[in-house]
């Protein structure tokens, strides 16, 4: 006879249908083989506790005590319950949980069944797993792409999902939680279940969950620090005194990876039951709690975190700590939970303070002490690194430095300005010429499907494409030998004009800047053409040209575009 849940799942189907995408070396995996030969599952939803050790029978809530408080519309019953309710990492509970959870926050109508398989048809024309590597959209960190023990096809199915979302939300910019967030849902559920919980996560009706641009994602981790000075105040000044002056706020950049990166799988899923109800204030909660934990355990007798330790490997003492966390899952929530005068509203007047304040310096024009600070060095304003550290997709600040460098010392003096990126307006010629053509000079940055970055510095205005010569033909070639050629990725290096050092012999080749039309853009030309792309912009292919003598961009010569970002500047005033 085989067993079953209430709800009438076997429990060899349950085991196949979390564990499927699990590595079988992994501990989930093991104790779930270990329980499928011992648990009874006529007598309750949930894996009981005594099973693993001897003692007391926690009185644990099943999934229809949640589901009944949730479909009354009792939210904060609910979210007692799931605070207080240490389900072990191996029950069955969440693969009706979880979704339950997820999709009560969805807005508009349920999905259909099949929806999801229709759009994985539409984008990859098969629903059969493809065996060379899916290709992540644009706003997926790739140092963050966490597998939580998944199988080789599980991660192929965690990139499936996150690319079927990016398809379906062209909005999202830039998400760096939203894969590892995908990863820890499939331990607990089938793929098209796991895209209806992101779905509804990442477009919620009332509460923030994962953020989706730049800007917000810096946000949090600011509005992270302000309310750890209020609320964990004796740790951020413990770590203050370690690492004085900008230090301790760059560890702040990184609070969201001690929880989805850090604490252990037991501690993370009882993080997330409680998420999936109640939003990104549960990641704040926890975070100032292993703040509090951290600075408790470091400044005990006989800590192996000492102070010495700690300060010289500051950014990885939080990681370290929760890796090796001293608390059990319960004691961490409690910490968390019990943090006094730490409500919603606090926490959303924090946030949207913060989100104007860096809105505001994204905007802001007219402040002298950010105008004009360029050293000698010819190092970019600190507005500038601002404006583009929230708006690219491609540079680092270290990229920016060497671009800069190279720039004419007169546009040094400017302040950067997002003109056009396929990742926001789409890609198109048409869209392109539109937001572009009048500004001079512009730069053009192409992020490669195979992660290589190169571009252009334009330094006529796209418009002279439809200028015409003296008998009245629209001239094919146009632009000067300021205009120059760069790579940043894997190579580092800026290809001038070849008439650069005053050799004006060359002949016509040699000057064939910039070219244009409603099927193409054309830089460098002469036996070859540096960079070439299509009216869709989504395919161009580099070559050695004679007017800037260079190699090929990037090693296969041909390239599909991942990003493309124009950038103009602007004056200050």
Known sequence: MVAKTPEGISLENLSKRASVYI????????????????????????????????????????????????QQGKKREAKLVLRENSWPTNSPIRSQLWPALCTQHHVGKTMLDGFYWDMVNQVFGTTELPEKPIMLPPFVDS??????????????????????????????????????????????????????????????????????????????????????????KSAVLYLSRLCPGQKSERIFMDWCWWILGGLPFPHLVRVMDCFFHEGIKVFYRVALAILI????????????????????????????????????????????????????TYISRIFLKTEMVLKSKSVLSGSKQMVRSRSSDNLPTS?????????????????????????????????????????????????????????????????????????AYCSSRWFERNLK?????????????????????????????????????????????????SKMITIGGGEGQAIWMDENIRFGKTDRCQTFNNPPLCASGDFEIRVLEVYGFVECE
């Open 143 to 232: 140092t963050h792409c966490l597998p939580y023990h998944l199988t080789r096809k599980g991660r192929a199915v965690a990139d499936r999902v996150v690319s079927v979302l990016g398809y379906a939300c062209p909005d999202i910019t830039y998400s760096p939680t939203l894969y590892p967030i995908t990863a820890i849902l499939l331990h607990f559920m089938s793929e098209e279940e796991c895209y209806h919980c992101m779905a509804s996560l990442v477009a919620p009706k009332d509460k923030v969950f994962i953020t989706q641009t730049k800007l917000l994602y810096e946000v949090t981790w600011k509005t992270v620090m302000q309310i750890a000075k209020k609320h964990a």
């Open 383 to 455: 507005q500038s690194q601002v404006n583009v550290q929230m708006m690219s997709h491609t540079l680092t600040i270290r990229e920016l430095f060497t671009l800069w460098s190279w720039l004419p010392v007169r546009i040094t003096m400017y302040q950067p300005v997002l003109l056009y990126t396929t990742e926001e307006h789409g890609c198109s010629l048409t869209t392109f010429y539109v937001r572009v053509e009048q500004h001079e000079p512009t730069l053009l940055m192409i992020k490669t499907c195979n992660n290589e970055v190169f571009g």
């Open 469 to 517: 010569d003296d008998r009245g033909q629209r001239q094919a070639y146009f632009g000067t030998g300021e205009t120059f050629l760069f790579s940043l990725y894997p190579e580092r290096a800026k290809y001038p004009w070849v008439g650069i050092e005053g050799d004006k012999g060359l002949g016509h080749a040699s000057e064939l800047f910039m070219a244009a039309d």
């Open 23 to 70: 590595d079988p070396d992994c501990d989930l995996y093991l104790e779930l083989q270990y329980l499928q030969s011992r648990a009874d599952f006529n007598k309750c939803t949930c894996f009981d506790l005594s099973l693993l050790a001897p003692g007391k029978k926690p009185n644990l809530k099943t999934f229809q005590d949640v589901q009944s408080l949730i």
């Open 293 to 344: 934990l951290f600075h408790k355990h470091s400044t005990a007798t006989n800590s192996e975190w000492d102070a010495d330790t700690i300060k010289n490997d500051i950014d990885n003492a939080l990681p370290k700590f929760c890796k090796n966390i001293p608390v059990s899952p319960a004691k961490l929530l409690r910490t968390a939970f019990s943090i006094r005068a730490l409500s919603s």
